[in-house]
Protein backbone atom coordinates (compact mmCIF):
# COMPACT_ATOMS: atom_id res chain seq x y z
CA UNK A 1 0.00 0.00 0.00
CA UNK A 2 2.72 2.43 0.29
CA UNK A 3 3.26 2.90 -3.36
CA UNK A 4 -0.76 3.56 -3.30
CA UNK A 5 -0.11 6.53 -0.94
CA UNK A 6 2.69 7.64 -2.40
CA UNK A 7 0.97 7.82 -5.52
CA UNK A 8 -1.88 9.78 -4.07
CA UNK A 9 0.67 12.00 -1.90
CA UNK A 10 2.30 12.99 -5.15
CA UNK A 11 -1.30 13.46 -6.97
CA UNK A 12 -2.44 15.61 -4.10
CA UNK A 13 0.58 17.93 -3.85
CA UNK A 14 0.31 18.52 -7.33
CA UNK A 15 -3.71 19.61 -7.03
CA UNK A 16 -2.51 22.21 -3.86
CA UNK A 17 -0.16 24.07 -5.92
CA UNK A 18 -3.14 24.31 -8.77
CA UNK A 19 -5.56 25.55 -6.08
CA UNK A 20 -2.78 27.80 -4.60
CA UNK A 21 -1.68 29.16 -7.84
CA UNK A 22 -5.42 29.94 -8.84
CA UNK A 23 -5.78 31.93 -5.73
CA UNK A 24 -2.55 33.36 -6.27
CA UNK A 25 -3.34 34.62 -9.51
CA UNK A 26 -7.54 35.40 -8.48
CA UNK A 27 -5.76 37.60 -5.64
CA UNK A 28 -7.42 35.18 -3.02
CA UNK A 29 -5.67 33.49 -0.31
CA UNK A 30 -5.14 29.88 -0.38
CA UNK A 31 -7.29 29.69 2.97
CA UNK A 32 -10.14 30.66 1.42
CA UNK A 33 -10.98 27.33 -0.66
CA UNK A 34 -12.00 23.84 0.69
CA UNK A 35 -10.58 20.89 -1.08
CA UNK A 36 -13.32 18.15 -1.27
CA UNK A 37 -11.81 15.14 -2.62
CA UNK A 38 -14.67 13.01 -4.54
CA UNK A 39 -13.87 9.32 -3.66
CA UNK A 40 -16.31 7.31 -5.98
CA UNK A 41 -15.86 4.09 -7.10
CA UNK A 42 -12.58 3.83 -4.88
CA UNK A 43 -11.73 1.92 -1.55
CA UNK A 44 -12.00 2.83 2.25
CA UNK A 45 -8.55 2.00 2.33
CA UNK A 46 -7.68 5.07 -0.10
CA UNK A 47 -10.33 7.29 2.31
CA UNK A 48 -8.13 6.18 5.00
CA UNK A 49 -4.92 7.55 3.43
CA UNK A 50 -6.63 10.92 2.39
CA UNK A 51 -7.09 11.55 5.87
CA UNK A 52 -3.57 10.46 6.91
CA UNK A 53 -2.34 12.94 4.15
CA UNK A 54 -4.77 15.55 5.81
CA UNK A 55 -7.69 15.92 3.34
CA UNK A 56 -10.54 16.51 5.73
CA UNK A 57 -13.55 16.52 3.15
CA UNK A 58 -14.81 13.93 0.80
CA UNK A 59 -17.76 13.38 -1.41
CA UNK A 60 -19.22 10.36 -2.71
CA UNK A 61 -22.77 10.53 -5.41
CA UNK A 62 -23.79 6.88 -5.05
CA UNK A 63 -25.62 5.99 -1.70
CA UNK A 64 -24.94 2.02 -2.32
CA UNK A 65 -20.89 3.01 -2.16
CA UNK A 66 -21.10 5.78 0.04
CA UNK A 67 -22.60 4.06 2.61
CA UNK A 68 -20.60 1.11 3.47
CA UNK A 69 -17.48 3.15 3.24
CA UNK A 70 -18.48 5.70 5.47
CA UNK A 71 -18.95 3.45 8.03
CA UNK A 72 -15.62 1.64 7.80
CA UNK A 73 -14.22 5.05 8.06
CA UNK A 74 -16.43 6.36 10.69
CA UNK A 75 -13.22 6.59 13.06
CA UNK A 76 -11.80 9.04 10.78
CA UNK A 77 -12.00 13.31 11.49
CA UNK A 78 -13.65 13.67 7.57
CA UNK A 79 -16.41 15.75 6.77
CA UNK A 80 -18.88 13.89 4.26
CA UNK A 81 -20.25 15.67 1.12
CA UNK A 82 -23.11 14.13 -1.06
CA UNK A 83 -22.89 15.21 -4.77
CA UNK A 84 -25.18 12.95 -6.48
CA UNK A 85 -28.61 13.30 -7.58
CA UNK A 86 -30.40 11.78 -4.82
CA UNK A 87 -33.72 9.66 -4.96
CA UNK A 88 -36.33 9.86 -2.06
CA UNK A 89 -36.14 6.31 -0.94
CA UNK A 90 -32.10 6.64 -0.09
CA UNK A 91 -32.63 9.88 1.64
CA UNK A 92 -32.45 7.83 5.05
CA UNK A 93 -29.14 6.12 4.74
CA UNK A 94 -27.55 9.51 3.46
CA UNK A 95 -28.62 11.02 6.12
CA UNK A 96 -27.02 8.54 8.75
CA UNK A 97 -23.72 9.80 7.20
CA UNK A 98 -23.57 12.86 5.21
CA UNK A 99 -22.70 16.22 7.04
CA UNK A 100 -23.69 18.18 3.56
CA UNK A 101 -25.82 17.45 1.11
CA UNK A 102 -24.58 19.99 -2.51
CA UNK A 103 -27.69 18.27 -4.83
CA UNK A 104 -30.76 19.71 -3.28
CA UNK A 105 -33.03 20.52 -6.37
CA UNK A 106 -36.47 19.89 -5.25
CA UNK A 107 -38.86 20.62 -2.34
CA UNK A 108 -40.15 16.67 -1.99
CA UNK A 109 -36.33 16.17 -1.93
CA UNK A 110 -36.50 18.97 1.01
CA UNK A 111 -39.29 17.51 2.68
CA UNK A 112 -37.82 14.04 2.85
CA UNK A 113 -34.34 15.36 4.20
CA UNK A 114 -36.22 17.31 7.27
CA UNK A 115 -37.88 14.50 7.93
CA UNK A 116 -35.09 12.22 8.56
CA UNK A 117 -32.77 14.58 9.82
CA UNK A 118 -35.04 15.12 12.50
CA UNK A 119 -35.88 11.26 12.97
CA UNK A 120 -31.70 11.28 13.43
CA UNK A 121 -31.47 14.22 15.51
CA UNK A 122 -29.14 15.63 13.04
CA UNK A 123 -28.46 19.01 11.45
CA UNK A 124 -28.19 18.77 7.88
CA UNK A 125 -25.84 21.06 5.70
CA UNK A 126 -27.76 21.37 2.07
CA UNK A 127 -26.43 23.10 -1.00
CA UNK A 128 -28.77 23.95 -3.82
CA UNK A 129 -27.88 22.53 -6.73
CA UNK A 130 -27.96 25.12 -9.85
CA UNK A 131 -28.57 24.09 -13.17
CA UNK A 132 -27.41 26.33 -15.46
CA UNK A 133 -28.48 24.19 -18.54
CA UNK A 134 -31.99 23.99 -17.50
CA UNK A 135 -34.56 23.58 -19.86
CA UNK A 136 -38.60 24.12 -19.99
CA UNK A 137 -38.19 21.29 -17.34
CA UNK A 138 -36.60 23.86 -14.66
CA UNK A 139 -34.09 20.57 -14.68
CA UNK A 140 -30.65 20.11 -16.28
CA UNK A 141 -29.38 17.07 -17.46
CA UNK A 142 -27.34 15.61 -14.31
CA UNK A 143 -30.60 17.57 -11.83
CA UNK A 144 -30.23 20.42 -10.11
CA UNK A 145 -32.62 23.42 -10.38
CA UNK A 146 -32.59 26.47 -12.67
CA UNK A 147 -31.46 29.80 -11.46
CA UNK A 148 -35.06 31.16 -11.18
CA UNK A 149 -36.50 28.67 -8.88
CA UNK A 150 -32.97 28.83 -6.32
CA UNK A 151 -35.03 31.68 -4.32
CA UNK A 152 -38.01 29.79 -3.33
CA UNK A 153 -35.99 26.15 -2.75
CA UNK A 154 -33.47 28.14 -0.93
CA UNK A 155 -36.24 29.76 1.70
CA UNK A 156 -37.84 26.24 2.11
CA UNK A 157 -34.63 24.55 2.99
CA UNK A 158 -33.60 27.63 5.15
CA UNK A 159 -37.44 27.20 6.90
CA UNK A 160 -36.98 23.34 7.34
CA UNK A 161 -36.39 21.89 10.68
CA UNK A 162 -33.64 20.11 10.67
CA UNK A 163 -31.45 21.73 7.79
CA UNK A 164 -29.18 24.09 7.56
CA UNK A 165 -29.03 26.50 4.00
CA UNK A 166 -25.09 26.38 3.20
CA UNK A 167 -25.12 27.61 0.24
CA UNK A 168 -25.12 26.88 -3.80
CA UNK A 169 -23.56 24.06 -6.64
CA UNK A 170 -22.93 23.65 -9.85
CA UNK A 171 -21.79 21.55 -12.45
CA UNK A 172 -20.33 22.59 -15.61
CA UNK A 173 -22.71 22.24 -18.16
CA UNK A 174 -22.11 20.14 -21.35
CA UNK A 175 -25.04 21.82 -23.15
CA UNK A 176 -26.76 25.16 -23.09
CA UNK A 177 -25.10 28.74 -23.67
CA UNK A 178 -22.65 27.85 -20.79
CA UNK A 179 -20.89 24.90 -22.61
CA UNK A 180 -17.71 25.07 -22.99
CA UNK A 181 -17.64 28.52 -21.11
CA UNK A 182 -16.97 27.02 -17.61
CA UNK A 183 -15.42 30.37 -15.74
CA UNK A 184 -18.84 32.14 -17.09
CA UNK A 185 -21.04 29.11 -15.70
CA UNK A 186 -19.04 30.18 -12.11
CA UNK A 187 -19.08 33.40 -12.75
CA UNK A 188 -23.27 33.17 -12.81
CA UNK A 189 -23.24 30.95 -10.30
CA UNK A 190 -21.38 33.44 -7.61
CA UNK A 191 -23.78 35.84 -8.99
CA UNK A 192 -26.38 33.85 -7.65
CA UNK A 193 -24.72 33.37 -4.38
CA UNK A 194 -24.80 37.36 -4.15
CA UNK A 195 -28.29 37.34 -5.00
CA UNK A 196 -29.12 34.63 -2.61
CA UNK A 197 -26.89 35.88 0.66
CA UNK A 198 -28.63 38.92 0.82
CA UNK A 199 -31.38 37.16 1.78
CA UNK A 200 -29.42 34.20 3.75
CA UNK A 201 -26.71 35.49 4.76
CA UNK A 202 -24.69 32.73 6.08
CA UNK A 203 -25.56 30.55 3.01
CA UNK A 204 -21.96 31.29 2.20
CA UNK A 205 -20.35 28.09 0.53
CA UNK A 206 -20.29 28.18 -3.21
CA UNK A 207 -19.28 24.51 -4.73
CA UNK A 208 -17.98 24.38 -8.25
CA UNK A 209 -15.02 23.23 -10.28
CA UNK A 210 -13.29 19.54 -10.15
CA UNK A 211 -10.58 18.27 -11.95
CA UNK A 212 -10.64 19.77 -15.40
CA UNK A 213 -11.65 23.10 -14.29
CA UNK A 214 -11.29 24.08 -10.51
CA UNK A 215 -8.73 26.81 -11.59
CA UNK A 216 -11.51 28.23 -13.59
CA UNK A 217 -13.62 28.29 -10.11
CA UNK A 218 -11.29 29.59 -8.05
CA UNK A 219 -10.87 32.12 -10.58
CA UNK A 220 -14.86 33.06 -10.30
CA UNK A 221 -14.87 33.09 -6.28
CA UNK A 222 -16.11 29.47 -5.49
CA UNK A 223 -15.14 28.52 -1.73
CA UNK A 224 -15.42 24.64 -2.43
CA UNK A 225 -13.72 22.53 -5.06
CA UNK A 226 -14.49 19.08 -5.79
CA UNK A 227 -11.63 16.97 -7.34
CA UNK A 228 -11.92 13.55 -7.84
CA UNK A 229 -9.49 12.06 -10.88
CA UNK A 230 -6.98 14.66 -10.72
CA UNK A 231 -6.12 12.98 -7.00
CA UNK A 232 -7.21 9.49 -7.18
CA UNK A 233 -6.67 9.06 -10.59
CA UNK A 234 -9.05 7.14 -13.40
CA UNK A 235 -10.78 4.08 -12.68
CA UNK A 236 -13.87 2.29 -14.09
CA UNK A 237 -17.00 2.43 -12.30
CA UNK A 238 -18.22 -0.06 -10.04
CA UNK A 239 -21.12 -2.24 -11.05
Excluded at 34 to 45: E, H, S
Excluded at 102 to 124: P, Y
Excluded at 195 to 209: I, K, N, W, Y
Aim: glycine share 10%.
Amino acid sequence: MTDRKDEIAANLAKVERRIADACAAAGRARDDVTLIVVTKTYPAGDVRMLAELGVRHVAENRDQDAAPKAEACSDLPLTWHFVGQLQTNKVRSVVGYADFVQSVDRSRLVTALSKEAGRAGRELGCLIQVALDAGASGRGERGGVAPDGVGELADLVAGAPGLRLAGLMTVAPLTGEYAGREQAAFERLMDLSTDLRRSHPAATMVSAGMSADLEQAVAAGATHVRVGSAVLGVRPRLG
